[in-house]
């Protein structure tokens, strides 16, 4: 598992002092309903449901099931005589109740349902040219609905034939009318029953996931003071605590598992330490310098130390002695550290084991992510003074290095 000694290089940021390579972050957002995929009697079904909150009614029958309709997907009958609703006409005036209500039932709509991706003007005049008689038939209003968009044009077209052929009310729906009526709260169960998720199951889910991350935060605080190590382990690998033989594969292809220096608790996750090299930092606080070549972050104890590392461990020492020599010459206000961290998110860590094992008595930090990467996808560079009293910071520009110390012809990120 190349992640967890890997690294990734990316845009220079700014934060407080630190310096950070991160990428750019998505947004996201639901794509739109496919209420167009529905099939027929459905799609009828979700306008009907919907249609319960648009008037007062006091019947409504689903006659597009049946077949044989006269022109009726659904109908419905709306009760008059409420003062509040004089007026409210979009296609023509206000019309006798009397005349409208033959039955006594209330006042009598009309619901045409069209489940096509697209409607122009002249093809919603074909539609209407094919309704009932409003005189003939009792009928009061029209509701047009479709699951797609209409143009300016088509909305100017339906209001225009629909006055001209007496209803005294015409509405007329499209996709996002309907959109609109299923993302509102009270329509959630219609949205999970036709569409297949849930506005309010994903806000209790994002409820829940903020809390298990402020606990899990909660418990990574308490690590800080109990040790300067953890053991960062794949909840998933089975092979712990025995490595696969070594073949030449990496490191991490053979158990998903090490160690690291904890360094902070940040509000983005913990971070760790994964290198740590001797530098320097000129009196302008502008110049500096490392030494390449070295790794004070390794973990000498760590029980699954491969022949390769300890390889790799014996090289460094001599480089970090030439280097420590020329450390020590400093003076102190140019003695630094530079740190490279990567962060582990709150929302990947599962568990936390205090005690640790036989095996490795640092605490282990159990985390699970769907690509098998602990790390967020960047890292920070920390450039400040050694010395207690001193809090100056360095940017590590390239282009404000000096030398000061020995070319190793490796660079902090470029690493195994």
């Excluded at 339906?158 to 996709?175: M, P, Q, V």
């Excluded at 033989?245 to 971070?271: C, N, P, Q, S, Y």
């Excluded at 290198?275 to 104890?301: K, P, S, T």
Aim: charged content about 35%.
């Amino acid at each position: 598992m190349a992640q967890l000694g890997g690294s990734v290089r990316l845009v220079v940021g700014h934060d407080a002092g630190r310096y950070s390579r991160t990428m750019p972050i998505a947004i996201k957002t639901l794509g739109p309903l496919h209420i167009e995929d529905l099939e027929p009697h459905r799609f009828e079904d979700l306008i009907r449901q919907l249609l319960y909150d648009f008037r007062d009614w006091s019947e409504i029958e689903a006659t597009g099931r049946s077949g044989g309709d006269d022109g009726f997907d659904i109908r419905a009958w709306e009760r008059w005589g409420d003062p509040d609703r004089a007026g409210d006409a979009d296609a023509g005036a206000e019309v006798d109740a009397a005349e409208q209500v033959p039955d006594g039932r209330g006042r009598q709509w009309l619901v045409q349902c069209k489940r096509e991706r697209a409607i122009a003007p002249a093809k919603i005049e074909r539609y209407l040219a094919d309704l009932p008689d409003t005189t003939e038939d009792g009928i009061y209003g029209l509701l047009f609905v479709a699951a797609c968009d209409f143009s300016k044009a088509t909305r100017d077209r339906f209001i225009a034939i629909a006055r001209a052929k007496g209803f005294a009310e015409a509405r007329l729906w499209g996709r996002a009318e309907i959109e609109d009526q299923l993302f509102q709260p009270k329509n959630d169960h219609l949205l999970f029953a036709y569409c297949g998720f849930s506005l309010q199951v994903r806000r209790r889910s994002a409820k829940t996931n903020v809390r298990a991350i402020l606990a899990t935060k909660r418990a990574v605080r308490k690590l800080k003071g109990g040790g300067s190590h953890i053991l960062l382990r794949d909840a998933t690998d089975t092979r712990y605590p025995v490595m696969d033989h070594d073949t030449g594969d990496k490191r991490a292809d053979r158990g998903r598992w090490k160690l690291f220096g904890m360094r902070e608790v940040r509000h983005d996750g913990l971070e760790l330490c994964v290198q740590r090299f001797l530098a320097f930092i000129d009196d302008d606080a502008v110049h500096w310098d490392y030494a390449e070549g070295m790794n004070d972050a390794r973990a000498h104890d760590d029980p699954w130390q491969t022949e390769r590392e300890r390889e790799d461990e014996e090289r460094e020492r001599s480089v970090r002695q030439a280097a420590m020599a020329v450390w020590d010459t400093l003076k102190p206000e140019n003695k630094a550290w530079l740190e490279v961290t990567r962060v582990v998110p709150y929302d990947r860590i599962v568990a936390i084991d205090e005690e640790g094992d036989e095996y490795a008595r640092w605490p282990h930090v159990y985390f699970v992510s769907a690509d098998g990467e602990p790390f967020s996808p960047y890292e920070y560079d920390d450039l400040s003074v050694a010395a207690m009293y001193d809090g100056r910071h360095c940017n590590p520009r390239d282009e404000t290095r000096v030398e000061v110390f020995a070319r190793a012809g490796k660079r902090p990120g470029h690493r195994r």
